[in-house]
């Protein structure tokens, strides 16, 4: 099955700390048999609202092939982290091969 996902850490992160907790999680979807198709980079963007008093974050967006079952250890981790402000996965049909609107990397 095919999932798309979207993470937001904490704007009080440096980049390459936003960056590290991307590579741990993605980590644990690979360990769980996971694969990452394709990762997105949307940047350090304002929030609508402040969450866990953050008006910024870092926001990632993931394409991966894995059984629901490998975000069982990353609900886990999301939990506990304090800098893992939301996290969203859905199931989707096809990964699209074009950047998406909020891809930084294509600017």
């Known amino acids: 099955m095919y999932y798309e996902n979207v993470f937001i850490f904490s704007g009080q ?9 991307l590579e741990e999680s993605l980590d644990l979807i690979k360990k769980s048999g996971g694969k990452i198709l394709k990762k997105e980079s949307w940047g350090l963007r304002d929030l609508a609202y402040k969450i866990k008093k953050n008006s910024k974050g870092y926001y990632y967006m993931i394409n991966c092939e894995c059984k629901s079952s490998s975000f069982d250890e990353l609900h886990i981790k999301v939990k506990q982290d304090l800098n893992f402000l939301r996290f969203m996965n859905i199931k989707i049909k096809e990964i699209s091969n074009e950047p998406s609107m909020l891809n930084e990397e294509k600017k």
Do not use: R
């Open 13 to 21: 992160l440096s980049q390459k700390s936003a960056d590290d907790k």
